[in-house]
T-cell receptor, first 114, second 120 residues
Framework: DSGVTQTPKHLITATGQRVTLRCSPR?????VYWYQQSLDQGLQFLIQ???????AKGNILERFSAQQFPDLHSELNLSSLELGDSALYFC?????????????FGPGTRLTVL | AQKITQTQPGMFVQEKEAVTLDCTYD???????LFWYKQPSSGEMIFLIY??????QNATEGRYSLNFQKARKSANLVISASQLGDSAMYFC?????????????????FGKGTLLTVNP
């Protein structure tokens, strides 16, 4: 158990819909990262937040957005869903301070778009 | 160009033998980090080992060691005394980014993975 929690574990929805994925980082970790893992794209970094502020952006679509709240939990919002958005979405956390090298991954949310 | 290349889509090893999983990387940064993660069939990502670009010694964590050859830009994972539970997908990843005041903008780039099967 990495200490990172993600809800829900599974999500099935239809094209055009909007969903929210939630992540709680490990106690004390200030950075949260979101990743998408799909069969055709592999593991892709989406976005990073540190202590409530966006720090780095990867291959995140404009239909996707994220935020980190004062209690440090984070949400990833996916809108106008398409079949190709079906994937495993991981959240990871790290201390986010100098010397913090490791990212701890949550169990993931498996999104299926029908 | 791919930043992380794992040339072995699949590998087989006999239980109790050692196996090396290959990883080459491409970066122009002087400071970077290299990771290996394990993903069993259950789907979770498990951190195995980390090597910083300035670390002179190869990293070791129990049965895992990272063979870091900076000039060749390779960071191969060596698993000694393989166990049946080692059967999983293994991902090599590279951290780029820099430390900023109050935080960092690290991000990870992953390779496509190597599926390791340990045979009894």
């Amino acid at each position: 158990d990495s200490g990172v929690t993600q809800t829900p574990k599974h999500l099935i929805t239809a094209t055009g819909q909007r969903v929210t994925l939630r992540c709680s980082p490990r106690s004390g970790d200030l950075s949260v990262y979101w990743y998408q893992q799909s069969l055709d794209q592999g593991l892709q970094f989406l976005i990073q937040y540190y202590n409530g502020e966006e720090r780095a952006k990867g291959n995140i679509l404009e239909r996707f957005s994220a935020q980190q709240f004062p209690d440090l939990h984070s949400e990833l919002n996916l809108s106008s869903l398409e079949l190709g958005d079906s994937a495993l979405y991981f959240c990871a956390s790290s201390p986010g301070r100098e010397g913090g090298n490791e990212q701890f991954f949550g169990p993931g949310t498996r999104l299926t778009v029908l | 160009a791919q930043k992380i290349t794992q040339t072995q889509p699949g590998m087989f090893v006999q239980e109790k033998e050692a196996v090396t999983l290959d990883c080459t990387y491409d970066t122009s940064d002087q400071s970077y980090g290299l990771f290996w993660y394990k993903q069993p069939s259950s789907g979770e990502m498990i951190f195995l080992i980390y090597q910083g670009s300035y670390d002179e010694q190869n990293a070791t964590e129990g049965r895992y060691s990272l063979n870091f050859q900076k000039a060749r830009k390779s960071a191969n994972l060596v698993i000694s005394a393989s166990q049946l539970g080692d059967s999983a997908m293994y991902f090599c990843a590279m951290r780029e980014g820099r430390v900023l005041s109050g935080g960092s903008n690290y991000k990870l780039t992953f390779g496509k993975g190597t599926l390791l099967t340990v045979n009894p």
